[in-house]
């Protein structure tokens, strides 16, 4: 049983962009508030997708928009320490004090450590110091934990312990050479990314015939020709790559590829509020209202909805967390 300080209006698991402004909007309606978070305040957007990739790829743009201008010169390689030093400061080096403190000034309660359902309107959560703690809501729990990275059923990949979106916007040293397989939006930044910043081979494995999928033709189009302007070499139709070892990538019907670092990139997973939550209501029967946009998911149980991106129109309320829209990418380096 929760103490009466641990006992809330609404508690929000997972302190993304969703979770902290459910959390803003309820403190603004009257609700006294808790946001429970395991990793980082912010989110996944904050540390580890849009602001380091931005980072990482406005240089090689610059460099570019440089060479189209008549009468100027870029002369010799991008610095990649700089650039990766401007890097950790737009993640403010991996230190969520400030987003901590956005949530205690709202004001509301940060409780850091997982968090999981333990029945209805009740969070359990497991603290960094080891002990559990109990929360107790009165109105809701808002279940808003974004995804993680999901590596594909490739041969080898696990044991050659790629890279995900998280590893590839953190990188400390440029791979020689990198294998990137996808051809999602991450993928074709952190081969952007890394290729200008010194990897000398850069190859990406593209399983059907062109790049970005999802969005219209030409985009791919574009990319592909940028690709093959810069040096990335992009191979289509790899339906069934396999590594060996750490090195070598080799994908059906092309000669292998050596490769310092694999790059897969595939669709991201729900990693769950926990998906073993001894809530019996979840299940897609429950679901009271469901919202069929790429950008919000309302379902699940009475007063337990679920929030964030989902990649299709079908409910997630079957494992009571959402999943993010874009493709991540997974990695293999030296």
């Known amino acids: 049983m929760a103490d009466k300080d641990d006992a809330f209006d609404v508690i929000v698991i997972g302190a993304g962009p969703v979770g902290m402004t459910v959390a803003g909007r309820a403190v603004r309606g009257g609700l006294t508030t808790a946001v429970v978070e395991k990793r980082l305040a912010g989110g996944e957007c904050e540390y580890y997708a849009c602001i380091p990739s931005k980072a990482l790829l406005w240089p090689m743009e610059l460099a570019a928009e440089v060479s189209r201008m008549p009468g100027?010169?870029?002369?010799?390689?991008?610095?990649?320490?700089?650039?990766?030093?401007?890097?950790?400061?737009?993640?403010?080096?991996?230190?969520?004090?400030?987003?901590?403190?956005?949530?205690?000034?709202?004001?509301?309660?940060?409780v850091r450590g997982h968090g999981r359902l333990a029945g209805p309107l009740r969070v359990e959560v497991s603290t960094p110091d080891g002990g559990p703690r109990p929360l107790q809501a009165r109105h809701a729990v808002v279940v808003a934990t974004g995804s993680d990275p999901a590596i594909p059923g490739v041969p080898g990949l696990r044991e050659a312990q790629p890279w995900t979106n998280r590893e590839a916007t953190e990188v400390q040293q440029v791979p020689k050479r990198l294998a990137v397989i996808g051809a999602g939006p991450v993928a074709c930044e952190m081969a952007q990314a890394l290729h200008s910043l010194g990897a000398q081979e850069t190859t990406v494995l593209v399983r059907r015939d062109r790049l970005l999928e999802r969005a219209e033709p030409f985009a791919g189009e574009m990319v592909a020709a940028s690709f093959q302007k810069s040096g990335i070499d992009v191979r289509f139709g790899a339906r069934r790559p396999a590594l060996s070892g750490r090195f070598r990538v080799a994908r059906s019907p092309f000669t292998p590829t050596m490769a310092r670092r694999s790059t897969p990139t595939n669709s991201s997973s729900a990693p769950a509020a926990d998906r073993r939550s001894t809530t019996s209501a979840w299940r897609p029967s429950a679901c009271k209202h469901t919202t069929r946009s790429r950008s919000t998911a309302a379902c699940g149980p009475p007063r337990c909805p679920t929030a964030g991106s989902t990649p299709s129109a079908t409910s997630t309320a079957a494992t009571c967390s959402p999943t993010w829209a874009s493709t991540r990418p997974a990695s293999a380096a030296t």
């Open 72 to 110: 100027l010169e870029l002369r010799g390689p991008i610095d990649a320490a700089a650039v990766l030093a401007r890097r950790d400061e737009t993640v403010s080096r991996l230190d969520d004090r400030h987003q901590v403190t956005w949530v205690d000034n709202l004001p509301a309660t940060f």
